[in-house]
């Protein structure tokens, strides 16, 4: 939402999401413009390694584990290989490397697609591997949520509650 309360609610979420959906689109309007040009098994690697390296790991150890806690390397590797500024520095490598070619396309598909269809993006380490509401958030959202509705400022609200508490 801001630089000071970095959340997003149901709606700015939705609208982020729709954003992505946009890039996706062009992403995929180019691939099919270009179908055969496209060096597919190329293109098969670079959409496949960024969830072989940055998603399974975790994804197992999570599955694994009876407390489902995951190495915080696994969070690295995940926001690693699912950055924009990875995927831009792989292609760029890519291009001045190899060559230049349209199965590159993959990456955007690839972060994309988790964006907008998924609705995935980089993990903080507080919370699971894979996507469960933490209660802290869940009471957060409640509280927010009831503000909006009564008119009041979320800010406001949390001043008074947090005043009401010292009191008590």
């Avoid at 690697?45 to 150890?61: M, R, T």
Wanted: proline share 4%.
């Amino acid at each position: 939402m801001d630089a000071k309360n970095r959340f997003e609610t149901k709606t700015t979420f939705a609208l982020s999401r729709l954003e992505w959906l946009g890039f996706l689109a062009v992403s995929l309007v180019l691939a099919f413009q270009h179908l055969t040009e496209i060096r597919w098994g190329v293109f098969l690697l670079l959409f496949a390694v960024i969830d072989v390296i940055g998603y399974l790991p975790g994804a197992i150890a999570f599955r694994r584990r009876s407390d489902r806690r995951v190495p915080r390397g696994c969070y690295v590797a995940y926001n690693t290989m699912h950055s924009l500024v990875t995927a831009g520095v792989l292609a760029g490598a890519w291009a001045l490397f190899v060559r230049p070619e349209w199965a590159l396309l993959a990456l955007p598909i690839h972060l994309m697609g988790d964006r907008a269809l998924f609705g995935n993006s980089l993990k903080p380490f507080g919370v699971a591997f894979e996507p469960q509401t933490t209660p802290e958030f869940r009471t957060f959202e409640q509280r927010y949520h009831s503000a909006a509705v009564s008119g009041e400022s979320a800010v406001t609200r949390t001043s008074v509650e947090d005043t009401d508490a010292v009191r008590a």
